[in-house]
T-cell receptor, first 116, second 114 residues
Framework: NAGVMQNPRHLVRRRGQEARLRCSPM?????VYWYRQLPEEGLKFMVY????????ESGMPKERFSAEFPKEGPSILRIQQVVRGDSAAYFC??????????????FGPGTRLTVL | AQKITQTQPGMFVQEKEAVTLDCTYD???????LFWYKQPSSGEMIFLIY??????QNATEGRYSLNFQKARKSANLVISASQLGDSAMYFC???????????FGTGTSLTVIP
């Protein structure tokens, strides 16, 4: 059973371009979480999605960031008009159920975004 | 609002010794989960141990144990018999009552000295 897959592993964009980060959850997992880790910091929750639905996006910046988890295909985190401050590692995690009750989430290897 | 605090930016421990990594939290949720993750230099996040807020006993997983003191709102990680491969960043985290959100501390960098 393959783990959570994220691609690309490394992404370089110039200011003003768009970044698309993809996350394929583990087989059978319908819950996806996105996190951002700035250099020398812990992970910050961004958004929680189930298939075709955004459950909680309280950690997402109000502008330029969006996420989706379509019925078919990977979850996508999209950053429009990137700025240097968007440079970070973006982690995706998946879970077969929600995290209430201590259900574990499984992390992908992360995508390291560098904005020039 | 939920908050996780790790006050030790860096820790050193001698190989084969035990080490305690501190974590305190703040929440108004009636129930919650507490987690520890390890992040080696390669960057992946590795789940170590989980403690539920209603669990009566402290969680243990091999060389890892969680010293849960609910009244003090602390969830310290104890690593026994440290190994060189334990050198990594360690993050304490908490899930909200609904499980919809997850909060991480700022991490502790552990270095095991041979």
């Amino acid at each position: 059973n393959a783990g959570v897959m994220q691609n690309p592993r490394h992404l370089v964009r110039r200011r003003g371009q768009e970044a698309r980060l993809r996350c394929s959850p583990m087989k059978g997992h319908s819950h996806v979480y996105w996190y951002r880790q700035l250099p020398e910091e812990g992970l910050k929750f961004m958004v929680y999605l189930q298939k075709e639905n955004i459950i909680d996006e309280s950690g997402m910046p109000k502008e330029r960031f969006s996420a989706e988890f379509p019925k078919e295909g990977p979850s996508i985190l999209r950053i429009q008009q990137v700025v240097r401050g968007d440079s970070a590692a973006y982690f995706c995690a998946s879970s077969p159920r929600g995290l209430a009750g201590g259900n574990e989430q499984f992390f992908g290897p992360g995508t390291r975004l560098t904005v020039l | 609002a939920q908050k996780i605090t790790q006050t030790q930016p860096g820790m050193f421990v001698q190989e084969k010794e035990a080490v305690t990594l501190d974590c305190t939290y703040d929440t108004s949720d009636p129930s919650y989960g507490l987690f520890w993750y390890k992040q080696p230099s390669s960057g992946e996040m590795i789940f170590l141990i989980y403690q539920g807020s209603y669990d009566q006993q402290n969680a243990t997983e091999g060389r890892y144990s969680l010293n849960f003191q609910k009244a003090r709102k602390s969830a310290n990680l104890v690593i026994s018999a440290s190994q060189l491969g334990d050198s990594a960043m360690y993050f304490c985290a908490m899930s909200s009552h609904t499980g919809n959100q997850f909060y991480f501390g700022t991490g502790t960098s552990l270095t095991v000295i041979p």
